[in-house]
């Protein structure tokens, strides 16, 4: 009697999205709803898989952590990051979170699906567990975890035992972490967290001076980061296309 049960609440009709409760269509309070993605395109596309690629070709296999940042601001380093992390799970099925670590100028705030949530910087403070803080995103397989609300008020949030905690957590919870950094020259946040990661991508303006570039390197080098490679970003048409845009 129980299997006849079984087969006729599979054949009752399920009610449709009309009929089910508001509660039960709500979407979570917090969603990451993304905008086009440049992965979208295909040019793009194969330009991020052959980022992706590199990647973990000079990650040797053990690079679960990366952190994506630039010497100066407006080179895009949040494109390549998102962009980044959103191939890896879209088209690699990784599982991958995506972390706002630019307290300066931040960006996924304008992509929430609701108020501002606690983030990155709640999460340096209170030590608290990770899943406070992640959000999912639109993107299949890829979770975020904002700036935050609140701004450091010293750096004794980037401590090495809150950091090292942060980073723990990530790569225990995913397969592939990336990390959205500040500017390096200017930002000491970075320079902490380039501590800790398993590699550093620098994105690097195509005008960009060699003066300010070096002085981003030497700064990585200085806290034995491991640069992994750079990415040229924002050329012009005459350009060589072998870098990202």
């Known amino acids: ?72 601001q407006s080179s895009g380093t949040t494109t390549v990051a998102l962009n980044l992390a959103s191939f ?5 099925g990784i599982s991958t979170l995506l972390v706002e670590a630019n307290f300066h100028s931040p ?18 403070t209170d030590q608290g567990a990770l899943n406070n803080y992640v959000m999912p995103a639109t993107v299949p397989g890829l979770s975020a975890i904002s700036a935050g609300r609140l701004m450091p008020t010293s750096n004794n949030a980037w ?5 090292e905690n942060v980073v723990a957590q ?33 994105v690097v303006k195509s005008h960009a001076s060699a003066e300010t570039v070096q002085r981003c390197k030497t700064a990585l080098e200085r806290v034995r980061a491991r640069i992994l490679g750079v990415v040229l970003n924002q050329q012009t048409p005459a350009a060589s296309s072998n870098g990202t845009s």
């Open 1 to 72: 009697m129980s299997r006849i049960s079984e087969l006729m609440e599979m054949t009752r009709p399920r009610p449709s999205a009309q009929e089910m409760p508001s509660d039960m269509l709500r979407e979570p309070e917090h969603v990451l709803r993304l905008p086009p993605l440049l992965i979208d395109g295909g040019d793009a596309l194969q330009e991020f898989g052959c980022l992706h690629r590199n990647i973990l070709i000079l990650g040797q296999g053990n690079l679960r952590t990366l952190m994506v940042c630039s010497a100066e």
């Open 88 to 92: 890896a799970a879209r088209e690699e």
């Open 107 to 124: 960006t996924l705030a304008r992509y929430q699906n609701g108020s501002r949530c606690d983030g990155l910087c709640e999460m340096l």
């Open 159 to 163: 401590t090495r035992s809150r950091i």
């Open 170 to 202: 990530c790569r225990s919870a995913y397969s592939f972490v990336v990390f959205d950094a500040a500017p390096v020259n200017g930002s000491e946040e970075s320079l902490h967290l380039a501590k800790y990661v398993d590699g550093v991508i620098l």
